[in-house]
């Protein structure tokens, strides 16, 4: 489960993440060591990636993480967010769990959270998301999809989300 919110004044998005159920356990134990790792996409590119801090040994993690992106009003239409629950491992890889999208590229679910965010701005408006099993993968549906990867940019989709870190914040907030 977590919020979306955002303030078009600032052009502030607020994703906070607030816990998990049910997840799939990847360790020997039974269990995982799952962090939440989000990703700001614009035109198929990751433009900035954050990650919660990880819940050890445990299928039912709580957050209550608030991560922020600075996205101008005029860019948020063309901007996504990927959502990845990975395991922590300390010998090898992090696996990946599983994942989800939200903004206007999404599919059902993703993209009903993103308008309901873009319709009551200011309010944080929570829902949960299944997870897709796998490795995160972008449409190949259209050319916005295809750049980084040879595509052509089409001049008017063109994304200006702010790219210097002292305009980024990183919040946390636990509860007891």
Not at 4 to 12: F, H, I, V
Not at 36 to 60: A, D, F, I, P, Q
Not at 118 to 130: D, F, G, V
Request: net charge positive; charged share 25%.
């Amino acid at each position: 489960m977590f919020s979306l919110c955002y303030l078009p004044t600032a052009g502030r998005l607020t994703i906070t993440i607030i816990k998990a159920r049910n997840l799939k356990a990847m360790d020997i134990t039974g269990a995982s060591d799952p962090y939440v790792k989000v990703s700001l996409m614009c035109e198929g590119r990751r433009l900035k990636k954050r990650k919660t801090s990880t819940k050890r040994n445990t299928l039912n993690p709580v957050y209550n993480e608030a991560i922020v992106f600075d996205v101008p009003p005029e860019n948020i239409d063309q901007i996504s967010l990927l959502i990845a629950v990975m395991d922590y491992d300390r010998v090898g890889h992090n696996e990946v769990i599983g994942v989800c999208r939200v903004g206007n590229e999404a599919e059902s679910l993703g993209r009903d959270h993103w308008n309901e965010m873009l319709t009551y701005p200011r309010k944080p408006i929570a829902h949960w998301h299944p997870l897709i099993e796998g490795p995160p993968q972008l449409p190949d549906l259209d050319p916005i999809a295809r750049l980084g990867r040879g595509g052509t940019r089409d001049s008017h989709h063109e994304c200006t989300a702010n790219r210097s870190g002292s305009h980024e914040r990183l919040y946390s907030q636990y509860t007891k």
